[in-house]
């Protein structure tokens, strides 16, 4: 249905004629992911963005865009978990249009958004496509935050962002696509490097971290107590000791202060 609905657009397109006569204006896109803990290294269990910024540098404003970006691990990481965005106009649960891309915008015509297999499970393709009939996407903005994607990734390995031809997803495309936009492809690598106060590496900081903890300096004998010293070390006082225990416990039951640990060491 997706699929049938997004080739209805982009007939559409072709109908009017806008696609071939003015898509390919360069559109110039710059992409980073937020939080990284290190440059092109995000956290696992850790919510991130990948985040598009776009700039119009062609000399007229835009009447269309097709954007078509495919997400794939080349090394198997399986799936990722979709997050909300906090802003922005919100499509497929986890995408984020702005700026003039999302409704009210720019796309006063077709702004659609869709997805080839957008089920979290890897790859997931997404597409937009946006035609106006008055004004366009105005030139000489510079680049501004115009799509947004909100993941999560418990898995350890490589994550990445490319642009695709939409006709190779499905042949119902009898046309193929130029790419308008300036993208290479983007990869980050996903490392599971623990969670501030997750002493026993569960996903969830509870009860059962102080009980590890306590274990640990008192009776390390089993399990074997083996956690990144900086998640330890959640007062941030350079200093691991009962302290750390007693915050948590303060941040656990008295409304205390958030966990604060030091950044994680960078590999
Ligand atoms: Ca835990
Ligand atoms: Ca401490």
Redesign the pocket.
């Known amino acids: 249905m997706k699929i049938k609905l997004c080739c209805l657009l982009l007939g559409i397109l072709i109908l009017f004629g806008i696609v071939h006569a003015q898509s390919f204006a360069p559109v110039d896109v710059r992409i980073e992911a937020s939080p990284e803990y290190a440059p092109g290294m995000i956290r696992a269990n850790v919510p991130f963005t990948v985040d598009l910024y776009l700039e119009n540098v062609g000399s007229a404003p835009l009447q269309s865009i097709i954007s078509t970006l495919r997400f794939y691990s080349p090394d198997g990481i399986a799936s990722v978990i979709p997050q909300t965005p906090d802003s922005g106009t919100v499509f497929l649960g986890n995408v984020a249009l702005m700026n003039g891309f999302g409704w009210m915008g720019y796309w006063n015509l077709i702004n659609s958004v869709g997805g080839f297999s957008w089920d979290a499970n890897l790859p997931d393709t997404f597409y937009h496509a946006g035609v106006t009939i008055s004004g366009g996407w105005p030139t000489g903005l510079g680049e501004q935050l115009h799509y947004s994607f909100a993941f999560e990734i418990s898995e350890e390995g490589t994550f990445c962002i490319e642009w695709v031809d939409p006709s190779v997803l499905d042949t119902n495309f009898a046309i193929e696509f130029e790419n308008m936009l300036n993208l290479e492809s983007k990869c980050w690598a996903i490392n599971d490097i623990g969670i501030c106060g997750d002493f026993n590496g569960d996903g969830d900081i509870n009860v059962l971290d102080i009980v590890y903890v306590l274990q640990c300096i008192y009776y390390p004998i089993w399990p074997p107590c083996e956690f990144p010293e900086w998640i330890f070390?959640?007062?941030?006082?350079?200093?691991?000791?009962i302290?750390?225990i007693t915050?948590l416990i303060s941040f656990l039951y008295l409304d205390g202060p958030d966990l604060i640990c030091p950044p994680p060491p960078v590999p």
């Open positions: 070390d959640i007062n941030n006082d350079g200093s691991i000791n302290f750390d915050y």
